[in-house]
Structures are given as C-alpha cells and as structure tokens.
C-alpha cells in the first residue's frame, strides 16, 4: 500500500530551543545537575537500578514534606495530578466537602470534586486574602465534610496561606484536611504530620526544581483509613493511592507494574531534591525570602504596587503586581520576552487583567536574576507606556 502522506518538512530541520530565563510563575530553569542527570541512559521502569531511584526520591520527599508517612511518592503527571488523586481517592458520591476559595486551585478543587461526585461547599475570599481557623472551624461545625481542601501558595494571586492549626481542627471533627503545595513546597515551611495535613501534594517543576511531569504527594494514615472504608471503587485506575503505592513500594509488597515512569523525569527529581537536601531546607526558605523581599524594593522604586497588601501574607515564590491601568500587560511580557527572553506572566483566573507575575522558584531564586527581571521589567513597561501602536 503506497503511503500518501509525504514526510514533515519541519522534522528534517535541527531541533532548536531557545535559552529562556523563566521567572513567571513555573515552571522554572532547572540547574545544570538536573539537565546533566536527565541525559543519563534509559532504563526500564521495573530495572533495579530504577525502583532505587525511586526509593531515594521518597526519602527525599518524606524530607522535604516532613513527614513519615510511608505512601509518600511522586505521580507520573503535572502538580495538577496531585490534586485529582486526593479527590479520585477520597471522595465518594454525596460526599460533602469543604473547599477553602481564594484563587483559581480552590477554584479547579471545586471542580474537580463536583466530578467525582461530592456535594460542595464553598469557604470563599477575595483574591489575595487568607482564611482563618474560627472561619474553618465555624464552616465545619455547619458543613461537617469528609474533607476540607485548602491552598499554601495561591500561585494565581500570590497569596501564602499560613497552615498551623487548620489540621487540628480537621482532625477533631473527623475531616480529612488536604493541602495543595505546588508553588510553595521547598521555599516556605511545610511540616506535614505535625500540623495534621492527611494529604499534602506538590510538583516537581518550581521550587524543586526538575522538569514539569511528576506530582509529589503523601498520604496520611488517617487518609489512606479512608481508602480502605470506600463503598465503591476508586474511579480512576490511574490515580488508585493502593496500586501507585504498590508500584511504589510503599506497602512492604512484591512490587507490581501499574504504569511505564519516565526514568528521565525520575533522574531530574533525584537531583533536584538532592539539591535541596544538600543546601538545607531553612536555608532555601531564607533564599527565597531573601529575594522576595529584594523584589518587592525594587518594585516600589519602580512605582508599582504589589497586590497582596499584607505583607505576612505575600508567597515569595510567585510576586503579584498590580497591573497600572494606563499599560497593557501583555504588552509588557511580549516585549521582555522577545527582547530579552525573559518570561514575565500575566494573571490567571481571578486575577487575570490585574496583575503581573513574577517567580521566584528553586535554581532562578538568586539576586542576579531578581535584579534581572527588575530592570526588563522597567524597560518593558516603559516602551509599552511610550509606544503602544507599535506591539
């Protein structure tokens, strides 16, 4: 049989990909260990040589979360996978569930929660501000939900949530409490078991520093009581906790095969957590507070604002600046990208048309880079004052 398709010109040319420097909000350049270790060679995902990766990166991540729980892995996926795994796991039809609102995650929660067949309840703010524990504890008194999901750093509006005591009140009303700490998890404190977080999730491609397509979670044992109780299956083979747990030898069982894991993205996540583990985690928590607070000076000589007026509250990872009504904002990012390849992001959901964005995450965290995207960034808001016709 002839073949009628002629062969792509565009796969006969070289592959090029630019150097980018990416400060939006993720993901973010990953140092040369990390690149240099993903270029090792292929291995099968049931070799030994792999499932000892594996193993390390637990340990890894138990470190990095604080905590002990022995279902702690990474999902073959975006952070987002995290998310959808907590609810496929926990979440039965005519469940009710509490989901703190203050960005779009608490937002996709909502979503994802009504899909697996829960009776949502909504805990909501405006964007760039927090929730408190009377606000949790009054809203489950009234609610009584099998879970209350809320987000560390609300990478949508720069919010940090502070996360102390939300799990002892979870853990009093039998609620299971569910924490998203995708833009957050190696540049803030997380301590898992001690503040009673049952399912605390992450992604490899910010502060960790690897490339985007593993999700970091851990399950509590109070959460996985709840696995076990289930009246219906798990909806999805895919995100099952008992048979990613198998496969990751969580459960001192034969392991058995569940998916094909990239053994590249395995590398990547090795390294990367291995460098934070060499660096300490207080000292990457001061890093990257260091350079927020350098950002937010050079942002106020600038003569911008800042969108979370409260300082105690701002996510040093991901900075909001509040968007001047006489630039486009787009146009600003469309200028410091094809000039200088630097990303500066727009908003997202909630806040998008508001603000700017920029990251501060993992390898890019440095002054260098902060002191970088200052001066493109006044650069760019300048020609785009100065020359809108022309974008």
């Known amino acids: 049989?002839?073949?009628?398709?002629?062969?792509?010109?565009?796969?006969?040319?070289?592959?090029?990909?630019?150097?980018?420097?990416?400060?939006?909000?993720?993901?973010?350049?990953?140092?040369?260990?990390?690149?240099?270790?993903?270029?090792?060679?292929i291995l099968g995902h049931m070799h030994e040589e792999c499932i000892n990766v594996m193993d390390e990166i637990k340990e890894g991540l138990q470190f990095v979360f604080q905590t002990k729980n022995p279902v702690t892995l990474a999902i073959s996926s975006s952070g987002h996978g995290g998310m959808e795994a907590a609810m496929c796991n926990l979440i039965e039809p005519g469940d009710t569930v509490l989901i703190a609102v203050n960005g779009i995650w608490g937002e996709r929660a909502s979503d994802i929660a009504h899909r697996y067949g829960a009776k949502v309840e909504i805990l909501k703010k405006s964007p760039g501000k927090t929730f408190t524990v009377d606000e949790l504890e009054k809203s489950i008194i009234k609610y009584k939900p099998i879970?209350?999901?809320?987000?560390?750093?609300?990478?949508s509006t720069g919010v940090y949530q502070a996360l102390d005591g939300f799990g002892e009140i979870c853990r009093r009303n039998n609620c299971l409490f569910v924490v998203d700490t995708v833009a957050s998890l190696g540049a803030v404190p997380v301590f898992t078991d001690l503040w009673k977080i049952d399912i605390v999730y992450s992604g490899s491609q910010k502060v960790l520093g690897a490339p985007p397509g593993l999700a970091p979670i851990s399950f509590s044992s109070?959460?996985?009581?709840?696995?076990?109780?289930?009246k219906s299956p798990i909806s999805v083979f895919y995100?099952?906790?008992?048979?990613?747990?198998?496969?990751?030898?969580?459960?001192?069982?034969?392991?058995?095969?569940?998916?094909?894991?990239?053994?590249?993205?395995?590398?990547?996540?090795?390294?990367?957590?291995?460098?934070?583990?060499?660096?300490?985690?207080?000292?990457?928590?001061?890093?990257h507070k260091d350079c927020a607070?350098?950002?937010?000076?050079?942002?106020?000589?600038?003569?911008?604002?800042?969108?979370?007026?409260?300082?105690?509250c701002r996510l040093p990872t991901?900075?909001?600046?509040?968007?001047p009504p006489e630039i486009n904002t787009k146009h600003v990012s469309k200028y410091a990208m094809e000039r200088y390849n630097v990303e500066i992001s727009g908003g997202l959901g909630p806040s998008a048309g508001l603000v700017m964005r920029i990251g501060l995450m993992g390898y890019n965290a440095n002054f260098s880079n902060v002191d970088t995207v200052l001066d493109v960034l006044q650069e760019a808001m300048e020609y785009a004052k100065h020359n809108k016709s022309k974008l």
């Open 1 to 41: 049989m002839d073949i009628t398709l002629k062969p792509p010109n565009s796969l006969s040319r070289p592959l090029f990909v630019p150097k980018k420097l990416l400060m939006g909000p993720g993901p973010t350049n990953s140092s040369p260990r990390v690149l240099k270790a993903m270029g090792l060679p």
């Open 239 to 287: 995100w099952d906790i008992t048979k990613l747990g198998n496969y990751w030898g969580c459960f001192g069982e034969a392991r058995m095969y569940h998916h094909t894991i990239s053994c590249s993205l395995l590398y990547g996540l090795r390294e990367g957590l291995a460098e934070l583990v060499e660096e300490g985690l207080p000292n990457s928590w001061k890093r």
């Open 318 to 323: 991901v900075t909001t600046i509040r968007s």
């Open 147 to 155: 879970l209350f999901f809320l987000t560390q750093g609300e990478s």
């Open 293 to 312: 607070n350098r950002l937010y000076e050079g942002i106020n000589k600038i003569g911008l604002k800042l969108y979370v007026e409260n300082e105690n």
């Open 222 to 230: 109070q959460a996985l009581n709840k696995v076990y109780a289930r």
